[in-house]
């Protein structure tokens, strides 16, 4: 049940998306969301559309896993579906009971969920074709610039990889604890809301009595063996960029470019 | 027949890369006040399968009977089942939340809807066979020791009464004294309260001392079902699977080998030691 989450899960496989330079696909992610951002219409998501799926052949990772990750955030997307379609003045489309639906409120309403969901597909790449251990050496490298200005780039990127470490854990924590309280009877699943938050609590609890002592007995760990901060240390594996770096940085110019013509002569299909 | 597991097959995650066949087309019954050793190395399909008997997994293919009724056959009755077949997690200190030990081992019995009165004898009952004396029952439970943790977090199980009582590997990570004590308690309750027991564990000696029957798994599959002294006299076919004999049991088959006539299907040390009496007081001349 929980074990089946798969947003934000390291997917190995080997692909050229794989072995890009995990500081080349941060940035390539950030330029995605500012892409997302730039589109205005749907010609601009069909473009974007292909992208991804361009992405999901060369990452090699099973499209039932990219839905799955979107299952999270389900709910998130029908509420602004809503809100957006009841919310919206224009030219009205039909009534819903007593609210008038407009036809600009159906567009802004699908515009918005393509908008979530294509966010959240295309930086779910990042995440799935990059260990988490590269993903935060890429950030630490990223962010080493601004160490002049105070900014704990080491601290941050160990703070991000132990925190990405434990997930996976926490979640196994979570399903065991579940289990058991459920082979005492415990109820997770009918109720009213308020009752349904009380019954978290025979989760919530051994679940942070864990997280704690999981937390000391790292730091010990991490004690014991001397460790000290970023001065001075080394790598197992050093970042790279590669000629498939360049390429990758090419491509994705171009599609930039693409979508701000596309954006700025606009011929985009803004409405219906 | 209690409980019966029926071409029982399970899945994790089907249909992706990641899919693994955890166990695999299992078969087996279960009569009232057994008392069962389930044994296999790590990953062999163990916990899954417990976790199939009281509903907390769904099989991918199968069914499991208790007193005859399949115990999916309503899925909103599942917890009842819950109730009857109580399942002890491994490390199940894990578990306890409550502010004091009463509350936390009141937790099941409360959930079953009992009256408050119903519930206090319960806690008590269960507090007396796990051993914890009531002093302690206002205590905090992250107060005590790891081993009066796992008899609270037992006993919280213990208290909802259940007709069969699964216990997976309940002495790990525990000093001599409490696994000692812990077993002892088990087999107190076994033998008081008529309680049918699946005990699983990597350790043979407990398994010798306990069980009256032994289930032996491997690669999610059963590979022997029978009585502890036939599955125990299977040492080649155990041993190729990962797996043992208690150590008194391998000496005797050692000492057969060494062409001594001694009887082979000894499982504890004051067998053993019957048994070498008995050997030594044939031969007479033989002087120790």
Not at chain 1, 156 to 178: G, H, N, V, Y
Not at chain 1, 222 to 227: D, G, I, K, P
Not at chain 2, 24 to 31: A, D, G, R
Not at chain 2, 213 to 226: A, E, L, Q, T
Request: glycine share 8%; charged share 25%; hydrophobic share 45%.
């Amino acid at each position: 049940m929980l074990k089946d989450i798969t947003l934000g899960q390291y997917y190995p496989a080997d692909s050229v998306v794989h072995k890009l330079d995990s500081r080349t696909k941060i940035l390539i992610t950030l330029l995605y969301m500012v892409m997302i951002f730039v589109v205005d219409g749907f010609i601009g998501f069909g473009v974007l559309l292909l992208f991804n799926i361009f992405l999901l052949f060369l990452s090699k990772i099973p499209a039932k896993f990219i839905f799955k990750g979107l299952k999270p955030i389900l709910f998130f997307v029908v509420f602004t579906v809503i809100l957006n379609m009841f919310m919206t003045d224009g030219k009205v489309a039909f009534r819903f009971i007593f609210w008038d639906v407009t036809y600009e409120g159906i567009f802004t309403a699908v515009f918005m969920a393509l908008r979530i969901i294509f966010l959240v597909i295309g930086t779910s790449f990042l995440t799935y074709t990059t260990s988490p251990i590269t993903l935060t050496d890429g950030i630490e490298r990223l962010l080493s610039p601004f160490q002049r200005i105070g900014v704990p780039a080491h601290e941050l990127a160990m703070m991000m990889s132990i925190a990405l470490r434990f997930i996976p854990t926490l979640i196994e924590e979570t399903d065991k604890i579940m289990k058991a309280q459920k082979a005492r009877g415990a109820d997770f699943e009918t109720g009213s809301l308020i009752k349904r938050g009380k019954n978290l609590v025979p989760i919530l609890v051994p679940l942070f009595i864990s997280a704690f002592r999981r937390a000391e007995d790292l730091a010990t760990a991490m004690e014991a063996r001397c460790y000290n901060g970023g001065e001075n240390r080394t790598r197992l594996k050093e970042l790279k960029y590669t000629r498939l770096d360049a390429y990758a940085w090419g491509f994705m110019l171009l599609l930039f470019a693409l979508i701000l013509i596309i954006r700025i002569i606009g011929f985009d299909i803004r409405g219906f | 027949m209690l409980l019966k597991v029926e071409n029982l097959t399970h899945i994790y995650m089907p249909d992706t890369t990641f899919s693994k066949t955890a166990i695999e087309n299992v078969s087996f019954s279960i009569e009232k006040g057994e008392f069962i050793g389930l044994i296999g190395h790590s990953g062999s399909g163990k916990s899954t399968l417990i976790q199939h008997l009281n509903g907390l997994l769904t099989p991918t293919e199968g069914k499991i009977f208790y007193n005859g009724e399949d115990i999916w056959s309503d899925k909103e009755k599942i917890r009842r089942i819950r109730f009857e077949i109580g399942l002890v997690f491994q490390y199940p200190e894990a578990q306890l939340f409550e502010e004091t030990v009463y509350k936390d081992i009141a937790f099941g019995p409360k959930n079953m809807g009992l009256s408050e009165e119903e519930i206090k004898q319960r806690v008590y009952d269960a507090c007396d066979i796990v051993g914890i004396r009531e002093e302690m029952l206002e205590k905090s439970p992250f107060e005590l020791s790891g081993g009066q943790k796992r008899r609270v977090a037992i006993a919280g199980v213990l208290a909802m009464k259940p007709s069969i009582i699964i216990l997976d590997e309940p002495t790990a990570g525990l000093d001599p004294k409490g696994r000692n004590s812990i077993l002892n308690r088990i087999k107190q309750l076994h033998e008081s309260w008529g309680i049918t027991v699946i005990l699983v564990s990597h350790s043979m000696e407990d398994i010798a001392n306990n069980a009256s029957r032994i289930i032996v798994m491997d690669h999610g599959k059963i590979v022997m079902d029978g009585g502890t002294e036939q599955v125990f006299s299977r040492v080649d076919e155990l041993e190729k699977i990962g797996l043992s004999v208690p150590q008194v049991t391998k000496v005797f088959f050692e000492l057969k080998k060494a062409g001594y006539p001694v009887n082979t299907n000894i499982l504890t040390t004051g067998e053993g030691r019957d048994e070498i009496l008995r050997v030594l007081g044939k031969r007479g001349d033989m002087k120790c």
